[in-house]
C-alpha cells in the first residue's frame, strides 16, 4: 500500500508563508500514523512530538498519531493532508505556539488545583478544534467549558462562582459550536457536557423557537418528500453542494445521488451553525453561514441544496444579514430537498409557487 501525503511546513525564523510537501510512502513496518511520520522524518526531518497522542489535523479533521494506518486509510482514504491544529499558531512545522490555550486557563484559576491543569492540557484538541475559535479568536475555548464542568462536578459548592467566572468573560459559551465532525470519533460526553453548562447558563433556546428571520419574514410550504417518486430528469449540468449541518440525511443524498450532477464537498458544509443561540448571537450565525454559502459558490456550486426548512430560512431569507457579515454578494440560489426531488420528476407545476417566494429564485423551470 502507497500512501500519498502533503505535509505541513512552516519555519516562523525563515518562511513568509506555509507550504506544503509532497511525500509518497510505501507501507511496510509502520503501523500507525506516528509510524509513518517517523519515517518521513528520518529523510525530512521536520517539527513534530513522536508521540502517540500528539494531536495533529488529516483532512480537516483532528485525530492523534496513534491511530492506525488500517483505520486512516479506511477512513480518510490514501491521500493525505497533515496540518497543525493550529494553522495560525504554527511556528515549526506542526509545532504549535498554545499561548492562547494556557492563557484561557486564568478564567478559572481561582478553582483549580495542579491535577486540573492535567486535565485542561488533555482537552486541548477540543480547543482549538473548535470551528468558533476561526471566526472568534478570543472565544473562551471548549476546553475550558469542560474543565468547568469538571470543576462543579467535583465541587458544588463553587458551581455558582464558576458559572459568573464564564459568564463574565465576554466571548464565552454561546459562542460554542459542535465538535462532532471535527474531532475523530469524539466521545458523545464531550458535547453533553458542554450542553449542560450552556443550559446551566441559560443560553439555549430550542431551533424551532428561534426568529431565524432577520429581514423579511417568508415562510415556504416545501410539501413533502416521497421516494417511492420515480425520477424523470437528471442534474447533469448542474454541480450541486449539499448543505449537511452536523447531521447527514441519507435521503437528501441518494437523491442528489441519483441526479448524475457534479457534486462540489466543502469543508464547510458539515459545520453547525450555533442556531441555538441565535437568539443571542445572531451576527456570529451570519459569519458561519455565509461563509458556508460563500465556500460553494466559489469552488463553482450552481445551488445549494438543505434538508432543514430552519437552514433554508437562514441562508435565503436574510441576504442582506449574510453579504453585510462576509462583506461580499452572495448570489448562489437554495433549494429545500422536497423541491428538488419535484423538480428531477418533472413536478413543475407544483414546485413553481414555492420557488416562485425564494428571495433568489433558482430559475431552473
Same mark, same amino acid.
Given at each position: ?29 509502520? &503501523? ?5 511520520? *517517523? /519515517? @518521513? #522524518?528520518? !529523510? $525530512? ?78 482537552? &486541548? ?5 473548535? *470551528? /468558533? @475559535? #476561526?471566526? !472568534? $479568536? ?78 423579511? &419574514? ?148
Amino acid at each position: 500500500m502507497k500512501l500519498e501525503i502533503s505535509l505541513f511546513r512552516f519555519d516562523y525564523k525563515s518562511d513568509y508563508l506555509p507550504y506544503y510537501t509532497k511525500n509518497f510512502i510505501k507501507v511496510d513496518k509502520q &503501523k500507525t500514523l506516528l509510524d509513518i511520520l *517517523n /519515517t @518521513i #522524518n528520518q !529523510e $525530512y526531518p521536520f517539527g513534530y512530538e513522536k508521540s502517540a497522542d500528539f494531536n495533529v489535523v488529516v483532512n480537516g479533521v483532528y485525530l492523534t498519531l496513534g491511530i492506525s494506518i488500517d483505520e486512516l486509510v479506511d477512513n480518510f482514504g490514501k491521500d493525505l493532508t497533515i496540518e497543525p491544529i493550529s494553522i495560525r499558531r504554527a511556528h515549526t512545522d506542526l509545532l504549535i505556539n498554545q499561548a492562547d490555550f494556557e492563557d484561557r486557563l486564568k478564567v478559572l484559576s481561582e478553582f483549580i488545583e495542579e491535577d486540573d491543569k492535567k486535565v485542561y492540557e488533555d482537552y &486541548k484538541i477540543y480547543f482549538y478544534a473548535s *470551528n /468558533t @475559535i #476561526n471566526y !472568534e $479568536y478570543d472565544y473562551i475555548g471548549d476546553a475550558i467549558l469542560l474543565l468547568a464542568y469538571d470543576l462543579i462536578e467535583k465541587n458544588p459548592s463553587n458551581e455558582k462562582e464558576i458559572l459568573e467566572a464564564l459568564s463574565e468573560y465576554e466571548c464565552s459559551a454561546s459562542y460554542h459550536t459542535s465538535l462532532k465532525n471535527r474531532v475523530y470519533k469524539i466521545d458523545s460526553s464531550i458535547e453533553e457536557k458542554i450542553s449542560k453548562i450552556k443550559n446551566k447558563l441559560g443560553l439555549t433556546k430550542p431551533v424551532n423557537e428561534q426568529d431565524l428571520f432577520l429581514e423579511k &419574514k417568508n415562510p415556504i410550504d416545501f410539501g413533502t418528500f416521497d421516494e417511492t417518486k420515480e425520477i424523470k430528469h437528471d442534474f447533469s449540468d448542474f454541480n450541486l453542494s449539499y448543505f449537511k449541518g452536523i447531521e447527514t440525511d441519507e435521503q437528501t443524498v441518494k437523491l442528489i445521488d441519483s441526479l448524475n450532477a457534479k457534486i462540489i464537498n466543502t469543508p464547510s458544509s458539515n459545520i453547525d451553525l450555533a442556531l441555538d443561540t441565535f437568539h443571542l448571537n445572531s451576527d456570529f450565525t451570519m459569519k458561519l453561514a455565509s461563509h458556508a454559502m460563500l465556500e460553494a459558490f466559489d469552488n463553482g456550486a450552481d445551488l445549494i441544496v438543505v434538508d432543514d426548512e430552519n437552514i433554508f430560512n437562514l441562508f435565503d431569507s436574510n441576504r442582506k444579514s449574510l453579504e453585510s457579515a462576509c462583506g461580499r454578494e452572495i448570489p448562489i440560489p437554495v433549494l429545500h430537498k422536497n423541491e428538488l426531488q419535484k423538480l428531477a420528476c418533472a413536478e413543475h407545476e407544483s414546485v413553481k409557487e414555492s420557488l416562485s417566494k425564494h428571495i433568489i429564485n433558482p430559475e431552473i423551470i
